[in-house]
């Protein structure tokens, strides 16, 4: 049995600025973010880690960075773990983007043709590519415990191909700045043992 465990990047400087940084470069961890980064990466330790793949931007591989010198591993970049596309919306902030093109982030989930003419990647293409690293790590890594340090959407990839959720529960689904998502992967099958792993402290907060 495999255990593969999705990280989502602690808070960054664009998650305090609501803005969509998608691939820029030079946006860090806010301080708030080192610390979850921190404790998470000692909760993780529990777990007997015995690899970590990261996405290459900033804010995600710092956090990788974090929970590896916790651990002892060394992580890899891997690119299908990255950020999505932003495409014209990259830099824009959250509050721009509805007023102009209304629920942009409802609309990705449906596959609305108009997030790809904005040159967003599309939710399919983020699937595809999640499912790649998770086949990976399976046929690799069997029978270890994983952690993917990535993205929001990335996590919500992989948690609408397990759970078949609608478009509207994944538009209203959040995955909190450094909490763990685990799959567990048995006989060629994935399940959802957690979601939203982190400090207790924390559940109050405006993720």
């Known amino acids: 049995?495999?255990?593969?465990?999705?990280?989502?990047?602690?808070?960054?400087?664009?998650?305090?600025?609501?803005?969509?940084?998608?691939?820029?470069?030079?946006?860090?961890?806010?301080?708030?973010?080192?610390?979850?980064?921190?404790?998470?990466?000692?909760?993780?330790?529990?777990m007997k880690v015995d690899h970590i793949y990261t996405s290459p931007i900033q804010r995600a591989k710092h956090t990788a960075e974090i929970v590896g010198n916790h651990n002892s591993i060394d992580p890899i970049v891997d690119e299908r773990l990255i950020e999505l596309d932003m495409g014209k919306f990259t830099g824009m902030k959250y509050d721009d983007i509805f007023s102009s093109h209304g629920n942009v982030f409802l609309k990705f989930y449906q596959?609305?043709?108009?997030?790809?003419?904005?040159?967003?990647?599309?939710?399919?293409?983020?699937?595809?590519?999640?499912?790649?690293?998770?086949?990976?790590?399976?046929s690799q890594h069997s029978g270890k415990n994983?952690?993917?340090?990535?993205?929001?959407?990335?996590?919500?990839?992989?948690?609408?191909s397990v759970l078949g959720l609608s478009p509207e529960r994944m538009f209203e689904l959040i995955v909190a700045n450094a909490s763990i998502n685990v799959f567990k992967e048995y006989d060629g099958k994935l399940s959802l043992k957690a979601i939203n792993v982190m400090n207790p402290s924390?559940?109050?907060q405006d993720w």
């Open 111 to 138: 596959g609305n043709v108009e997030i790809a003419h904005q040159g967003v990647e599309t939710f399919a293409q983020v699937k595809s590519r999640v499912q790649s690293i998770v086949d990976h790590v399976v």
């Open 146 to 160: 994983v952690v993917l340090v990535t993205h929001m959407d990335p996590i919500k990839a992989m948690i609408s």
């Open 202 to 204: 924390r559940f109050d």
């Open 1 to 46: 049995m495999t255990s593969i465990i999705f990280l989502r990047h602690g808070q960054a400087k664009n998650n305090t600025e609501r803005l969509l940084a998608g691939r820029t470069e030079g946006v860090p961890l806010t301080d708030t973010g080192i610390k979850q980064a921190e404790s998470i990466a000692g909760f993780i330790k529990e």
